[in-house]
């Protein structure tokens, strides 16, 4: 699995001219599955981002996770993070098809909820405007197969 986190002070998923989801303060996560990827690949994902340190404590230090900062998640599937860009045309059979990408999905944001975390999140497949307010700017890059 790879991921985008970027800390952000708010964010939100338009479709079809309506929001779909929004967040304030916490992360919007782009999330892209590849083929090999397993339930196990995708808790251990999910822990991670969830306890990441990169929020401001009471001396300015990024310390605190986003429970302690009292933060959201936007949750975007994003199947380009698999692009292979070894030409100018980038090509995207390096993602995993739906059947695989769409119940992982799924199930990370289930275990960011079962942390006690509100998950607001875009639409599989969708046409997708996302809309975000940076905080830092703070971008983390996950990419489990390293």
Known sequence: MRAVVTRVSS?????????????????????????QDTEAVCDK?????CNLRVFEDENGKMNLNLEQAGGELMVVSQF??????????????????????????????????ERGFRVAHG?????????SVNDGPVTILYDTEN
């Open 123 to 131: 639409q599989f497949g969708a046409d997708m405007k996302v809309a």
């Open 45 to 49: 994902l999910a822990e991670k981002i």
């Open 80 to 113: 380009t993070l698999y692009a292979d860009t070894s030409s100018r045309r980038p090509g995207f059979s390096g993602a995993a098809k739906p059947d695989l990408a769409i119940p992982l999905y799924e199930r990370f944001m289930d275990k960011c909820r």
């Open 11 to 35: 964010a939100s998923v338009t479709i079809d001219g309506a929001v779909e989801g929004s967040i304030e303060k916490g992360f919007l996560v782009l999330l892209g599955v590849g083929p």
